[in-house]
């Protein structure tokens, strides 16, 4: 019994030490240590365990990496844990490194080096014109068979809000006068319109009987769009490949909330005529006027989770910034101040104070990918913070692209979240792989085109 009891006891006393481990910070650190380091060549990353115990390093693969100055090679080196690691890598690759504690190896982590892509920030105001891929949905119209029995064929024949309508009896649907055509020409023929649509990655084909209605026309009880505007920010320009990349979003449809497929797409100029601020629950919106008159700026060639992409007539020219900025890697944005840039004037870009809060998740692409929060008193003053077409507005830290402006938090127009650069600059190059570009002005950053 007494055998029992102080096994018991030991036991205990073992699982209350490893429960008070675990809750140290030097635990928690070396858990939260990071199997994958992406680092920039030429620049240091630093590393903090705080690990009071005697520990070692060597290289796995790869060469040319430095730690706190010194090459590695495939010797341990011993190393200090309590205090900074620094590395540094001298070329663009994938090295691993192994860390021993008490000679034993615990811990491999892979560094992939790569020369920072460079790029021109934007922060000027566009105007987004999409045509969709078809006939989008909103909603039913209820028509009246008969007195007192209203219906919607639409909704009879199971076209549900948010199906995409692709055809009308063989034809392809553009606008939503193609629509109404069909279903005129079905009506008076004493026939049903045949519909292709597609809902979500299936496709289907419904029959729908037109009913009349007043005026002598025909109608199938069914509210549509055929495709969006509005009002949003440039995000930067790779003088590389003459893409673009803008809202940080994607373009949504407002009344079904899916996903916009583009047939076509462009962006125009656009003026800040007003603001409207935003309050608690209200989220405010930039007033804008469009300039097509003034030439389209560039074409839209996909509406992504991380905002429109295209090509540019012309080179992007940034007020603030004369030369390409490097773009920051996941692993370099931190909590900290940093600035955003957008306009709130016709089309003035202007500089405004912003905090990064918090970084949320440096790995896994997406466009929640940090939290900011508004400083600047002016840009509060005038607008109550993050509103409506400030979508895209590029945040720049320590001189680099750091994020973009992608939502406002609706209870608190102060705050809002940003994708990280490196994921929306990726998802760029990605798009602009294998595109034919070979411009005359392709280094020419001093031209005339959105100036201020």
């Not at 449809?253 to 797409?265: K, N, Q, S, V």
């Not at 700026?297 to 540019?312: C, K, P, R, V, Y």
């Not at 931190?334 to 440096?362: C, K, S």
């Not at 979508?391 to 402006?405: E, F, M, Y």
Request: glycine share 12%; proline share 8%; net charge neutral.
């Amino acid at each position: 019994m007494g055998g029992l009891n102080r096994r018991g006891w030991c036991g205990l006393i073992l699982a209350t030490l490893i429960v008070l481990t675990t809750l140290t910070p030097q635990f928690r650190s070396a858990v939260a240590f990071p199997e994958a380091i992406k680092l920039p060549v030429g620049e240091c990353h630093s590393l903090r365990l705080n690990l009071p115990f005697p520990a070692a390093v060597r290289l796995r693969q790869g060469s040319g990496l430095k730690l706190n100055n010194r090459w590695l090679t495939g010797q341990p080196a011993s190393i200090s844990l309590s205090g900074p690691l620094t590395l540094e890598s001298a070329r663009p690759g994938r090295t691993e490194m192994e860390f021993l504690l008490f000679g034993i190896p615990w811990k491999r982590v892979v560094v992939n080096t790569k020369v920072p892509e460079r790029i021109v920030p934007g922060g000027h105001s566009i105007g987004v014109l999409l045509t969709s891929q078809g006939i989008i949905v909103v909603g039913y119209d209820n028509l009246s068979a008969s007195p007192g029995r209203p219906r919607s064929p639409a909704r009879d024949a199971g076209i549900t809000t948010g199906d995409l309508l692709l055809e009308a009896d063989g034809k392809a649907l553009v606008t939503i006068t193609d629509l109404a055509q069909a279903v005129e020409q079905a009506g008076r023929e004493g026939r049903s319109v045949r519909i292709k649509l597609r809902r979500g990655a299936d496709t289907h084909l419904v029959e729908v009987d037109p009913l009349p209605s007043p005026g002598n026309h025909y109608r199938i009880g069914l509210y549509v769009r055929d495709g969006a505007n509005g009002v949003g920010t440039l995000s930067f320009y790779d003088p590389l490949t003459g893409y673009y990349g803008a809202l940080g979003h994607v373009i949504t449809d407002p009344d079904t909330g899916t996903p916009l497929p583009i047939r076509e797409g462009s962006i125009v100029k656009a003026l800040i005529s007003s603001i409207t601020a935003g309050v608690r629950g209200h989220p405010g919106e930039k007033i804008g006027v469009f300039q097509p008159e003034e030439n389209t700026w560039g074409d839209i060639s996909a509406n992504t989770e991380f905002g429109i992409f295209g090509q540019l007539n012309m080179p992007l020219r940034n007020p603030y910034f004369k030369e390409p900025i490097p773009v920051a890697l996941a692993g370099e944005v931190h909590p900290g101040p940093a600035e955003m840039y957008t306009v709130l004037e016709r089309d003035r870009v202007e500089r405004f104070q912003i905090e990064i809060e918090r970084v949320l998740n440096r790995e896994t692409p997406s466009d929640k990918g940090l939290v900011l929060c508004i400083t600047d008193p002016t840009l509060l003053r005038k607008s109550g913070g993050i509103v409506q077409g400030m979508s895209g507005s590029p945040i720049i830290q320590d001189g680099k692209l750091a994020g973009i402006v992608t939502h406002v938090f609706v209870n608190d127009p102060s705050h809002g979240f940003g994708v990280l650069a490196e994921w929306m600059v990726e998802k760029s190059k990605r798009l602009a792989e294998g595109t034919v570009f070979v411009p005359s002005f392709i280094a020419d950053l001093s031209a005339d085109v959105f100036a201020n």
